[in-house]
T-cell receptor, first 112, second 113 residues
Framework: DAGVTQSPTHLIKTRGQHVTLRCSPISGHKSVSWYQQVLGQGPQFIFQYYEKEERGRGNFPDRFSARQFPNYSSELNVNALLLGDSALYLC???????????FGPGTRLTVL | QKEVEQNSGPLSVPEGAIASLNCTYSDRVSQSFFWYRQYSGKSPELIMSIYSNGDKEDGRFTAQLNKASQYVSLLIRDSQPSDSATYLCAVNGESGGSYIPTFGRGTSLIVHP
């Protein structure tokens, strides 16, 4: 079975631009979570979606938004990019909202 | 603010030794605990999950949980150079009806031949 997939792998944007990151969960998983990981730190929780509804939200500004589609794939949107948004963005899927999470390969975002 | 604390290391051990990685957490109502391994430039991969007090063994790995002390650890027996990575402790804590996962910053492990 395919694991969690994310696209794109790498992305370079400039300050003020908008970015959309995509994630497809493991087949059969209904929950997707998004994390931001900056160098030297652990992943920071951004959002969790389960059955297309937001289940949890971390301490991130409103510039960050997400949604989950009927096929359980998900998008993370970030508006008005700042230099500090440069990070590895990780998507994790789980069967249920409180189950073990499995991570995708991540999207490396660089904001210039 | 829920916190998960790990010594950033690096922890250096010789090949074949036991590596001991520790993690403390602040949220007393935390229900589930996880250890992930992350190689440089890669995403975290799950090593073990633990939910009850005591030890849980899986091959060379043993997770230990003590909820009274708010402490979880990971032991790696017969450490190999391929175990060299950053080990992340993650704790699921409940907040407003949702489980909010919190990760520590990770401990860097170096296994030298």
């Amino acid at each position: 079975d395919a694991g969690v997939t994310q696209s794109p792998t790498h992305l370079i944007k400039t300050r003020g631009q908008h970015v959309t990151l995509r994630c497809s969960p493991i087949s059969g998983h209904k929950s997707v979570s998004w994390y931001q990981q900056v160098l030297g730190q652990g992943p920071q929780f951004i959002f969790q979606y389960y059955e297309k509804e937001e289940r949890g939200r971390g301490n991130f500004p409103d510039r960050f938004s997400a949604r989950q589609f009927p096929n359980y794939s998900s998008e993370l949107n970030v508006n008005a990019l700042l230099l500090g948004d440069s990070a590895l963005y990780l998507c994790a899927s789980s069967a249920g909202w409180d189950d073990t999470q499995y991570f995708g390969p991540g999207t490396r975002l660089t904001v210039l | 603010q829920k916190e998960v604390e790990q010594n950033s290391g690096p922890l250096s051990v010789p090949e074949g030794a036991i590596a001991s990685l520790n993690c403390t957490y602040s949220d007393r109502v935390s229900q589930s605990f996880f250890w992930y391994r992350q190689y440089s430039g890669k995403s975290p991969e799950l090593i073990m999950s633990i939910y009850s007090n005591g030890d849980k063994e899986d091959g060379r790995f043993t997770a230990q949980l003590n909820k009274a002390s708010q402490y979880v650890s990971l032991l790696i027996r017969d450490s190999q150079p391929s175990d060299s990575a950053t080990y992340l402790c993650a704790v699921n804590g409940e907040s407003g009806g949702s489980y909010i996962p919190t990760f520590g910053r990770g401990t860097s492990l170096i296994v030298h031949p």
